[in-house]
């Protein structure tokens, strides 16, 4: 079994920055992509950012040049750095991962989410 854990949500105003940490732990054979997705409140779930596990990015238009993804695969653990945030950047912040638990198996595994909120 694999858990990913969120956590550096928060209440920031705009221009501010917050950055958020996912970790993973269980029964981890390898990981291969990690990613932040978020959901609005009457919205669809939509990707943030995506890293491969040989540090290859990619991000959503409506962040690019402010968010910032990283990983630490020693630790298993994920980064998003989120710069001069915006109202629109509101939302539960939802981390995801590719998990290997053996050579031969595979698994999608999600976090719980973490609030941000952007206001003044």
């Known amino acids: 079994q694999v858990q990913l854990v969120e956590s550096g949500g928060g209440l920031v105003q705009p221009g501010g920055s917050l950055r958020l940490s996912c970790a993973a732990s269980?029964?981890?054979?390898?990981?291969?992509?990690m990613g932040w997705s978020r959901q609005s409140p009457g919205k669809e779930r939509e990707l943030v950012a995506r890293i491969t596990s040989g540090g290859s990015t990619n991000y959503a238009d409506s962040v690019k040049g402010r968010f910032i993804i990283s990983r630490d695969n020693a630790k298993n653990t994920v980064y998003l750095q989120m710069n001069s945030l915006k109202p629109e950047d509101t939302a539960v912040y939802y981390c995801?991962?590719?998990?290997?638990?053996?050579?031969?198996?595979?698994?999608?595994?999600w976090g719980q989410g973490t609030l941000v909120t952007v206001s003044s």
């Open positions: 995801n991962a590719d998990v290997d638990v053996s050579p031969y198996k595979t698994l999608g595994v």
């Open positions: 269980g029964s981890i054979f390898s990981i291969n992509a």
